[in-house]
C-alpha cells in the first residue's frame, strides 16, 4: 500500500497548471533530459517541475518528477513497477530511483553543453536475480550536446556512463549516442543508439548488438509533451519474451516557485 500511495503521488504532484511550451519542435521552450532512456544534457530550468511517465510492454509504468532546484542544477525522483497495465498482482519495483545532474558548461557557438549526474532508474521488469532493470539504469553519467540550425534544428548528444547494475557479472563503462531533429513548431524525431557494452557478458540480457530505439515527440501545448517510442529495434536480448516493442511517453512541465 505504500509503495502504491508512492506512485499515487508522483503522479499527483504534476498537477499545478501554469501555461507554457513542451519540449518539442523549433518552438520548444523546455529541453530534454532524455532522449528515450540515454540521459542528454538537458535541465530544468530553476523554479520548474517535469513531471513524465512511460507506458512499456508487460504493464510496465515508471513515472518520474524532476525539479529546477537552482541554476543549472536539478534533482528527481522516480518509482514504477511492472503488470501495472493489466490484470493481476503488480510488480512494484523495491527502491525509488534517483537522479540528480549538474551542467558545469552551457553551450556556445564553439562549445557542446556538459552535464555530469546520476540517476538509478532502470526501465523494463525488474530482475531480482541479477538485482537489475530489464534495461539498466544510467548510474554516473556525463553528457555533451551541440544544436545546430539545419531546416529547423539538429541536436546531437553523447553519452558515458557507469551503472551500478553489476550482479550479472558485466561491469563495464558503457557509451550512447543519439540525435533530434525538430519536424516544424511542435513535433520532433529522436534516435539514440546504446552500445550496451555494459550488458553483453556473464549473466547479462543483451545480446550484444545494442539498443537502438526511435521515437516522435509532440508538444500539444500547456507544457505537455507526447511521445510514442519504437524500442530494442535490433532485438538485442536474450530473453524470447523481449524483442522490438513500443512505449508511450508523457511528460508536463511547469513552474512553482
Known amino acids: 500500500m505504500k509503495k502504491l500511495q508512492l506512485f499515487l503521488a508522483c503522479v499527483l504532484l ?8 513542451g519540449t518539442s519542435g523549433t518552438n ?3 529541453e530534454y533530459r532524455s532522449l528515450i532512456d540515454l540521459p542528454t544534457a538537458g535541465i530544468l530550468e530553476r523554479g520548474y517541475v ?9 504493464g510496465v509504468v515508471v513515472t518520474k518528477i524532476e525539479v529546477g532546484v537552482f ?5 528527481g525522483i522516480s518509482y514504477g513497477g511492472g503488470n501495472i497495465i493489466g490484470s493481476g498482482k503488480v510488480d512494484w519495483y523495491e527502491l525509488p530511483g534517483v537522479n ?29 536475480s541479477k538485482n537489475r532493470y530489464q534495461i539498466k539504469s544510467p548510474g554516473f553519467f556525463i553528457v555533451a550536446a ?20 553489476r550482479d550479472d557479472g558485466d561491469k563495464d563503462v558503457n557509451l550512447g549516442i543519439g540525435i533530434e531533429k525538430t519536424i516544424g513548431d511542435q513535433v520532433s524525431f529522436v534516435a539514440e543508439y546504446d552500445f550496451a557494452i555494459n550488458d553483453n557478458t556473464g549473466g547479462s ?14 508538444s500539444v501545448g500547456e507544457g505537455f509533451t507526447v511521445g510514442l517510442d519504437l524500442r530494442n529495434l535490433l532485438d538485442n536480448s536474450k530473453l524470447t519474451s523481449s524483442k522490438a516493442d513500443r512505449g508511450i511517453f508523457v511528460e508536463y512541465v511547469t513552474a512553482v516557485f
Open 28 to 30: 520548444a521552450k523546455f
Open 71 to 75: 541554476n543549472n542544477f536539478s534533482f
Open 146 to 165: 551541440k544544436n545546430f540550425e539545419f531546416f529547423g534544428y539538429l541536436s546531437l548528444h553523447g553519452n558515458i556512463n557507469y551503472s551500478l547494475e
Open 14 to 21: 504534476g498537477t499545478v497548471t501554469i501555461y507554457s511550451q
Open 205 to 218: 540480457i543483451g545480446d550484444g548488438n545494442g539498443y537502438l530505439n526511435m521515437g516522435l515527440r509532440w
Open 50 to 58: 517535469g513531471v513524465g511517465l512511460d507506458a512499456l510492454p508487460f
Open 100 to 128: 540528480i545532474r549538474f551542467r558545469p558548461v552551457d553551450e556556445t557557438p564553439a562549445f557542446p553543453a556538459i552535464a555530469i549526474g546520476f540517476d538509478s532508474q532502470g526501465k523494463g521488469i525488474y530482475d531480482d
